[in-house]
């Protein structure tokens, strides 16, 4: 089935729509994948009356292909393999400058959007994990690989649209997976939004602000 979203909030609400077994229900967090699922992760929280929290992911691009990923790294320096391309590119040295440089990337995100939450804590909670859409998989797939190691109880990947072939892999890993859309023909994540602007550190903070009634 193919959907088109007017925006990331809008895929939210829909998103949500499909996860109402989760409202109200304690033990259950929201993770954004920043910076572009972060609101649409915003939207499930919302829907949900759920918390709401970020789990960093960064994509590794290939040298001189950065929209071509070899894997991802993500909260606790878990690295994952893209396991569709030779594993000693992942290794190679030249690649070890863009992984450093990811790295970098991640802890800069980690102190801007945690500064004042403190560590990002899953053990026994049931994790919703929410992106914009997914082409390849590989930077959910270590947002899953990543959860598990800080103790998620049960994981659940949520994506208003991915390719085929990444929601395949990624339902091989979760222990559940809800795609609103799996285009046959899938180019990339924004050709399924009408609106569908880069999302801004200043964005992703305000949306992570716990809202005024919270103590």
Do not use: H
């Not at 994990?129 to 990543?146: E, F, I, P, Q, Y």
């Amino acid at each position: 089935m193919t959907i088109r979203f007017a925006d990331r909030t809008e895929a939210g609400y829909a998103l949500a729509a499909r996860l109402t077994e989760y409202a109200g229900q304690t033990g259950v967090l929201v993770l954004g994948l920043p910076r572009g699922g972060v609101p649409v992760a915003f939207a499930v929280a919302r829907a949900l009356r759920a918390p709401l929290d970020v789990l960093i992911v960064r994509k590794i691009g290939a040298p001189g292909q950065p929209e071509f990923a070899l894997g991802a790294i993500a909260t606790g320096g878990i690295l994952v393999p893209n396991d569709e391309v030779p594993a000693s590119w992942i290794e190679a040295p030249e690649v070890a400058a863009t992984v450093e440089a990811e790295r970098r990337e991640l802890a800069r995100r980690e102190q801007a959007y945690r500064s004042g939450r403190g560590a990002l804590t899953l053990r026994g909670k049931r994790v919703l994990l929410v992106d914009d859409g997914a082409a390849t998989g590989s930077s959910m797939l270590a947002a899953v690989n990543a959860a598990r190691l800080l103790g998620a109880r049960q994981i659940t990947v949520a994506l208003p649209v991915a390719s085929i072939d990444a929601a395949e892999k990624l339902s091989r890993e979760a222990d559940r997976v809800v795609c609103l859309s799996t285009p046959a023909s899938f180019m990339a994540v924004g050709q399924w939004y009408e609106d569908f602007p880069q999302t801004s550190d200043a964005e992703v903070k305000a949306l992570l602000q716990p809202p005024p009634n919270d103590p």
